[in-house]
Nanobody
């Protein structure tokens, strides 16, 4: 059974930091990423990390967010710093399998609210 379990969301003041975690089980992973969806907006890619360690970020979070992984634990992290109210959204973990064609799996989402 495939599971992606996220944790680490919450309420934080502008300028603050949060770290999100996502543990994957039941799959062999090619890439993992974080997406977010704010009310009334489409889901968007925040950051992605592939098996080789390469990363990609949305322009809006470059220099503020950092994605990392622990391959041995099938876990991906998103360290978020200098948070802004515009970062408020539900954050979803995403995983692509090593199989070809690749399967895509999603976590249940974790709320991040940036507000004073």
């Amino acid at each position: 059974q495939v599971q992606l379990v996220e944790s680490g969301g919450g309420l934080v003041q502008p300028g603050g930091s949060l770290r999100l975690s996502c543990v994957a089980s039941g799959i062999s992973i090619y890439a993992m990423g974080w997406y977010r969806q704010a009310p009334g907006k489409q889901r968007e890619l925040v950051a992605l990390i592939i098996a080789s360690g390469g990363t990609s970020y949305a322009d809006s979070v470059k220099g503020r967010f950092a994605i990392s992984r622990d391959a041995a634990k099938n876990t991906v992290y998103l360290q978020m710093s200098s948070l802004k109210p515009d970062d408020t959204a539900v954050y979803y973990c995403n995983a692509l399998t090593q199989s070809i064609p690749r399967d895509v799996y999603w976590g249940q989402g974790t709320q991040v609210t940036v507000s004073s």
